[in-house]
Nanobody, 124 residues
Framework: QVQLVESGGGLVQDGGSLRLACAAS????????MGWYRQAPGKQRELVAT???????NYAASVKGRFTISRDNAKNTVYLEMNSLKPENTALYYC??????????????????WGQGTQVTVSS
């Protein structure tokens, strides 16, 4: 099993910055992809950014140039630096660990895990 604990959410004014962190713990061999998704009230969950274990990143078009995802593989932690925040960025931000390899008997189990979410609120 893998546990993801997010931190860093909060209330910030329009144009402000926040840094989210998500630490993975538990029994696993490796995590291929870590990322952030968000869900605003009344909307579907959407991709914000992802990063692979070798550092390849992917961003939603709406956050490119303002958000930066990074990862510390030694700490199994992913970060999201959010700058120039806008009220429309208000949402519950979820951490995801994808393609997580765990030992199961003589084989490997590949799982996908989510954190509980951390609220980001941007006031106008």
């Amino acid at each position: 099993q893998v546990q993801l604990v997010e931190s860093g959410g909060g209330l910030v004014q329009d144009g402000g910055s926040l840094r989210l962190a998500c630490a993975a713990s538990g029994s696993f061999l490796s995590i291929v992809v870590m990322g952030w998704y968000r869900q605003a009230p009344g909307k579907q969950r959407e991709l914000v950014a992802t990063i692979t274990s070798d550092g390849r990143t992917n961003y939603a078009a709406s956050v490119k140039g303002r958000f930066t995802i990074s990862r510390d593989n030694a700490k199994n932690t992913v970060y999201l630096e959010m700058n120039s925040l806008k009220p429309e960025n208000t949402a519950l931000y979820y951490c995801n660990a994808g393609r997580v390899a765990s030992a199961r008997g003589m084989g490997v189990f590949w799982g996908d895990y989510w954190g509980q979410g951390t609220q980001v609120t941007v006031s106008s």
